[in-house]
């Protein structure tokens, strides 16, 4: 279990690896191998956090960022990697995890000690910190990981639900949770946590992790709705252009033209809608409520023009669209399978306001229990 950048264990770097530790960055690329380097990257993380000296660990977080930045050149994919390297600063200054310098002093204390696999004065450390401030959510965070890392699953699991307490928007709590209880054979409790770890932060890759994992033991597939549409809508400078896929109109002649219905609403949002309905940003944005009205439009005019029993005929993305109307899910699933940059901003508020939804819409969707189990 990883816990991000600062805390991975120093001790998972084998001897093997150090003695390329400090060869120059193009020497290392020159020997090809992205494992070697990803590897080394993720375990000077680790060490960093071992160190007393401040600019020294900056040094070694440049470092290991250089290392996991080039390892993605070279073509590791993996989502651990992706994150770390993506969450490390180019000047290697990492956040504090206090305000408050007392608290902060005391969980670097409790990181060094867990670099160096202390784990008891760890412990003391993060608990010295939660009495100082009980809202401490890496305090928290990091007192399951010790137990999870000793095999006390029931404590880390304890540890890790006081974390999702203190932040349930975070989902790294969540994501370690997750990985305790389905370690600990709560497969079903374990998907439940991943789902959440999804609803904290879906536009991270390292977030879908855990639901892959859960889908692999249980031998399922993880899948949006499908809903392929068949237009494409581009606005550029106040002008917009609707691109139709002529094969949807002459396909069939009794469905084929509700489609219209889709670019002719987004039309309108990226003309007077957006600046009406948004008055507070100045450059127009593709919207969630745009994206969803748009594919709201399209269910409705099938209900409206389409004969119910020609209904029983639809093709798959149709059938699909007025099953996720009707369950009130749109929103959710464009969230989720259909985000842009511009979508992506509404996310937050969503959440906010609809988390059940979210979690109908994963759990419905994306990765139902197999049927076995859900007997």
Partial sequence: MSRGPGSLPWNQLSRRLWKYAWLPAMLLVALGDARVLSRLGLA?????????D?????????????LLLRAKKLGDTSPLVDAIAAELPADGVISPFSNRKEVDDIMREGERAFARGDFDASLAAYGRALVLDPKQYFAALFTGDVYFKTKRMDKAEEWFQRAVEIDP????????????LLADGKADQARA???????????NRLAWEGLKKWAQQKGVQLSHAVVKVPQSVSSEKGNTTITIDPDSLTGNKDTGFVWLAYGGTRALWSGDKFAKEFPGEKTYRHSLREEAEALQAVADTVREAVKPKKRKKLDESLTNLLALSDA??????VLFARADAGIAQDYADYRKAKREKLRRYLSEYVAPMPRSDAR
């Fill in 193 to 203: 946590e991943y789902i959440e770890v999804v609803i904290a932060d879906p536009y």
């Fill in 44 to 52: 000077l993380v680790g060490h960093a956090a071992g160190l007393n």
């Fill in 54 to 66: 401040t600019e020294e660990q900056r040094k070694m977080r440049v470092r290991a960022r250089d």
């Fill in 169 to 180: 928007d975070i989902e790294t709590a969540h994501r370690y949770l997750g990985d305790a």
């Fill in 328 to 333: 009130g899910l749109l929103e959710p699933y």
